[in-house]
Nanobody, 114 residues
Framework: VQLQAFGGGLVQAGGSLRLSCAAS????????RAWYRQAPGKQREWVAT???????NYADSVKGRFAISRDNGNNTVYLQMNSLIPEDTGVYYC?????????WGQGTLVTVSS
């Protein structure tokens, strides 16, 4: 399984970005997907999960501002980020899993200026 995340960039506080996570490889379409982020000098933290059955979960810090969705046609998961704040700055990673094995994308940088 290979994941490729893209869509990051520089945005002003209050703005929006949409991240994409494209997957390829055997089994990539049959599992959920999650987004994590890592701010400078901090540990990676979970942001949102979309399970294969459609259930969505969000970290409290992004609830109501971020939305995770999936396009099954192109096996891509999106993270729509609205009302961005400087604390959302970081490298965003997508992840999927098969059994007990996690697969990570390379990360895309989001910078929110105040």
């Amino acid at each position: 399984v290979q994941l490729q995340a893209f869509g990051g960039g520089l945005v002003q506080a209050g703005g929006s970005l949409r991240l994409s996570c494209a997957a390829s490889g055997s089994g990539a379409s049959r599992n959920g997907r999650a987004w994590y982020r890592q701010a400078p000098g901090k540990q990676r933290e979970w942001v949102a999960t979309l399970l294969i059955g459609g259930a969505r979960n969000y970290a409290d810090s992004v609830k109501g501002r971020f939305a995770i969705s999936r396009d099954n046609g192109n096996n891509t998961v999106y993270l729509q980020m609205n009302s961005l704040i400087p604390e959302d700055t970081g490298v965003y990673y997508c992840k999927t899993w098969i059994g007990n094995t996690n697969y990570w994308g390379q990360g895309t940088l989001v910078t929110v200026s105040s």
